[in-house]
């Protein structure tokens, strides 16, 4: 693929302004966080609080953003429907996690459609590991299904096409999706998780007394260990080898023989599933569920993605936990009414990335 | 001229692909009567009065005209200069709001700037190209797909900033912003357009006494009748100056930008300045479409419905549904979108109540589909009617897979208007004739910025 030599006046660092502005106000805005840390106007236990919230959601962008980083690295389009295989994982998971749940207490109907109240139902990683466990296989096996059916129907007979048709399709794609859900689902937010236990941690170190959840370690457990499966697939197995083959350089890997077809089908599989179980994961978080939950997640895991640099699956990881962190940190300065701007400053960094460094912190692939 | 088949084919294909003036006109009005008469229909079987019947019109006119405005800006930016923005939205919002703060009554809440209506629409449209400016800068040296993306982030940027409480005096945050000026077709009937008591004019005096005497006593009708045949003129305008925008020696380096940049670059061209330029024009285009539809139209927003990046999607459709690239095409596809696809569902559940049917109305998914096992398609049928919001999105999203599997130039065909500005392949053909033949339509003795 040639490299064109556009890309000497798109991602030069240090003749970029626009990097020593945003570089600056990074400097100074840590300068503050020190200030605040002595003066003693922020605790310990706050900040430790932003990062511990910051790292769980950022784990979640992260695990969501490797399926959209891989699929946008070896079939070269940027799925907007991915945010909707986050969100049939959601809805298949706890569904499922409903059933085994709540046994006799509603219709088979209404526990699948999530009617009755959480409260009820009690699911949580405590008072039903099981619910919660199945819940997450069975989301994740949905999605992959999920994204094999729709690359059969809608993304292979456009293979080859330009991104942009692929990107288009799969607008269409994120609509029919979605509104599928909301025809089955509702349009509402219901809440589908029980309380669970909390923990004061922190004392011990020093660090002030701030609340873990056991859900937060449930999410940091599973998503830790798909990211190390996903590392072993990638490093250790041929498939893996494949497809980071196929992510450098397409016809490049096609001349070496290597079973193109396949390897993109792994890569829906592998994508999807990592999108399911995210899906699953950010409901056991945020505690409600509802039709949107992927769409308003997608501009994040972007933002994950950039900043990782696409391609990157470590880098989506990476950036995955330094935008959960930011959005979290974020509430250091951003106080009160001021609140309401986190998420336009989350994004506005999006935009910032691409400015300063539109192949991200471990981008390789090319950037044109 | 030779009258071989295959020549009258190029004639006619060349015609076409130029976008022979008549024939795009004749094809406009045939499909906006065609419209009117199936709108007329749809309000005369489901047996509303005369009034009503109007209403169903004017309605799908206004929707007709402003999809038309901002899928014409977008196919400036998309169709000609192939940048891909997807934060339509956004620059919507910035027009909307702007003419809002600039024009709106001082004394209301959030309170405007009072000043005179045609300075709040330029100001509204030159606020939305600053806002382009500013969003093109990042974004141009990109790739498309990164393009897309900035532009995505940068309209939910605006939206959710409009939304936030630091800004709720002047912007209404979440409250929505409704201190909008009247428009201009309520200030010609009105004697104090911004009072709802107040006492039509002279003017209005007639023109409803008119109406009064075909049985439509209802005042507020004939102002939005008046207003959306108001900006079905300006879309009028707008479409003759995309068009000579894309006839011009800039719209033809568009062209070339669009088909290939290095090419366009490589001639010369400073290919940036182009697309920075397009982009805002095309911005500036997306705020008016914003202060007339959302502003001046609704004379109420509020960021958490409108204005959502579902909007630029329905603009987008439209647009890939009538093809990209030509401005025919785009206003018929901003029309058959708004009328069919976006009006006509919302009055299927009425039309199917009249055909005495007792549809069972399950209450959930499972209790529609369930019966399917026992040979009853009914309560399936029943679900999908009373969901027909819902059905909508689907069969919109599923349309769309469609078109770029099968139809990636566009529902109505391939309508791309070359680069150049004659057709190469009919030069080519008649080398060695007299060559003035084809010279009548030929802008090429304009120099090239």
Redesign the interface.
Known sequence: MAV?DRTS??GRFLDNP?AFVAGAVAVLLLLDLVRRLVTGALGPATLMTYLWTGLVIGLIYGLAGIGLSLTYSILN??NFAHGEYVSVGAFSGWSTAYIVAGGSIATL??L??L?PPAGRVGVSITSAPLAVVVGLVVGVVVTVAMALVLDRI?YR??RG?E???????S??????????L????G?GRPGVTAGTRRFFVGDTLGLGRFIVDSHQIAIIVASLGLMLGVHLLLTRTKLGKSMRAMADNEDLARVTGIPTERVIRSTWILGGGLAGAAGFLVVLTQGTIAYNIGWLLL?LI??AV?LGGIGSVYGAMVGGVVIGIAQQASSIWLRG??S??T??VT??L???I??VR?QGIYGGVE?? | MSNSPRERLSVLRTRFSQGGGVNDAALLLVTMLALWVLFAAVGMYLQYDTAGVLGTVVNMTFLVAVYALAVLALNLQWGYAGL?NIGVAGFMAVGAYSVGILSGDPGGTPAGFGLPLPIGILGAMLIAALVGLV?A???L??????L???T???S??IR??L????F?EITG?GQGFRNFPSNPARTLYYENPGDVTSEPNAIGEAVFGVFESLGVARTNLVVDLTYALLLLVIVGIVYVLSRRTGNSPFGRVLKAIREDE?VAESLGKDTRLFKIKIFMLGCALMGLAGALWQGLGNQSVNPTTNFLPVLT?YI?IAL?VGGSGSNTGSVLGGAVFAALLFLLPTYISNIVSTFNLTLPRPN????AV?PLFSADPMPLVGFVVA?ID?????I??????W???NR?DGLLGHRKEVASSVDLMQRDRKRGQTAATDGGRSQGGESDE
């Open positions: 064109s006046w798109g626009a389009f940027a109907g209404d699948f459609l009617r809608v007979p456009m096409a991104g942009i048709s692929l990107l288009i399709a607008i269409g794609v994120a609509f029919a999706v979605r509104y599928l909301a025809l089955v689902y349009t501009l972007f933002a950039i009414p001021w309401d701007m998420l336009p994004f506005a999006l935009i910032v691409l400015l539109p950037t044109t | 891909f969003a800068f990042p974004a040296r990109l790739r498309a797909d990164y897309a993306i900035a995505v982030a940068m939910e940027i959710t900033t939304l936030a409480r630091p709720a945050a290095l999607f987008f890939i959930s998914a499972v209790e369930t969901n819902s059905m909508r999105f689907i919109i999203g599923v349309l769309l897979v078109l770029m599997q990636p």
